[in-house]
């Protein structure tokens, strides 16, 4: 389950490593059932979400089912935390021990499935210092240029932190926050076409987006979010919905923000 040391160059040199596997055929078509209840508002459960958006564009010609908070609802996407195959390569991937963030789900339907707009993740996340943080996203479909699978631009995790200009609808919109060295990058953005269960790791910098879905299947992802052990809060205010506040420089920890892996205990 360990990645190999090509891989981790890859990530360090671009930002990215696509092609892992993450989950079996049966794991998949569990997550796909436990996921199919979450599309109806007031699902059993539904009161334990921290975001939930049935289409957070807001536009009916381009739907976005963007939610956060699963891992508390189903036994499926509770156990995904602890897939080894994620937590080591994690552990690998951060240098150490391996604290959960939170997980959401992007899922696009067929034919007028939305955008995910060009965005760092980390831009969403500067209530948490130091910035030590990693992403794993996770195809419950194949995902092809075709459905909307994600782009990224190579080597964009070497930037500094951007403005947030939107997380759904407009793809162009990051381009009044790009200097014109930047923007000459989107020229070639790289599309990662990945079979279900498999996974793409990304740096919290990357610049990264997904075009719409015109096909006929849906492109539905589970996305694990996850930072080094000794991340702390950078704000007094809730850092999810619903989760007790931890106070600005205190080290996140807790039932919401589990350990998931420590190398140590592997190693003996």
């Given at each position: 389950?360990?990645?190999?040391?090509?891989?981790?160059?890859?990530?360090?040199?671009y930002?990215?490593?696509?092609?892992?596997?993450?989950?079996?055929?049966?794991?998949?078509e569990?997550l796909?059932?436990?996921l199919?209840?979450?599309f109806?508002?007031?699902?059993?459960?539904?009161?334990?979400?921290y975001?939930?958006h049935?289409?957070?564009s807001g536009?009916?010609?381009?739907?976005l089912?963007?939610?956060?908070?699963?891992?508390?609802?189903?036994?499926?996407?509770?156990?995904?935390?602890?897939?080894?195959?994620?937590?080591?390569?994690?552990?690998?991937?951060?240098?150490?021990?391996?604290?959960?963030?939170?997980?959401?789900l992007?899922?696009?339907p067929?034919?007028?499935?939305?955008?995910?707009?060009?965005h760092?993740?980390?831009?969403?996340?500067?209530?948490?210092?130091p910035?030590?943080?990693?992403?794993?996203w996770?195809?419950?479909?194949?995902?092809?240029?075709?459905?909307?699978?994600v782009?990224?631009?190579p080597?964009?995790?070497?930037?500094?932190?951007?403005?947030?200009?939107?997380?759904a609808?407009?793809?162009?919109?990051?381009?009044e926050?790009?200097?014109?060295?930047?923007?000459?990058?989107?020229?070639h953005?790289?599309?990662?076409?990945?079979?279900?269960?498999?996974?793409?790791?990304?740096?919290?910098?990357?610049?990264?987006?997904s075009?719409?879905n015109?096909?006929?299947?849906?492109?539905?992802?589970?996305?694990?979010?996850?930072?080094?052990?000794g991340v702390?809060?950078?704000?007094?205010?809730?850092?999810?919905?619903?989760?007790?506040?931890?106070?600005?420089?205190?080290?996140m920890?807790?039932?919401?923000?589990?350990?998931?892996?420590?190398?140590?205990?592997?190693?003996?």
């Open positions: 389950m360990r990645l190999s040391s090509e891989q981790i160059l890859c990530y360090e040199e930002g990215y490593l696509p092609g892992v596997r993450m989950l079996d055929d049966a794991q998949v569990t796909r059932g436990e199919q209840e979450f109806t508002p007031g699902h059993e459960g539904s009161e334990l979400w975001e939930y049935t289409n957070e536009d009916p010609n381009q739907v089912f963007h939610a956060l908070g699963a891992w508390r609802i189903k036994p499926g996407f509770h156990d995904l935390l602890w897939n080894p195959r994620f937590t080591v390569a994690a552990s690998q991937l951060l240098g150490g021990r391996v604290r959960f963030w939170h997980a959401p992007f899922c696009k067929a034919r007028h499935g939305g955008v995910v707009a060009w760092q993740d980390y831009s969403y996340w500067t209530r948490t210092k910035m030590a943080h990693l992403t794993c996770i195809g419950l479909d194949d995902s092809t240029v075709a459905n909307g699978a782009h990224y631009v080597g964009s995790h070497r930037w500094d932190l951007l403005p947030i200009t939107g997380l609808g407009n793809m162009e919109a990051i381009r926050v790009l200097t014109p060295a930047q923007w000459e990058q989107f020229i953005p790289v599309a990662v076409e990945l079979k279900k269960g498999e996974c793409t790791f990304h740096h919290p910098l990357m610049v990264h987006g075009f719409a015109r096909t006929e299947l849906p492109r539905r992802a589970a996305v694990i979010n996850a930072f080094l052990d702390r809060s950078d704000s007094d205010e809730p850092l999810l919905r619903g989760v007790p506040p931890v106070p600005r420089g205190q080290t920890q807790g039932d919401f923000f589990p350990l998931l892996f420590d190398p140590k205990v592997m190693d003996g």
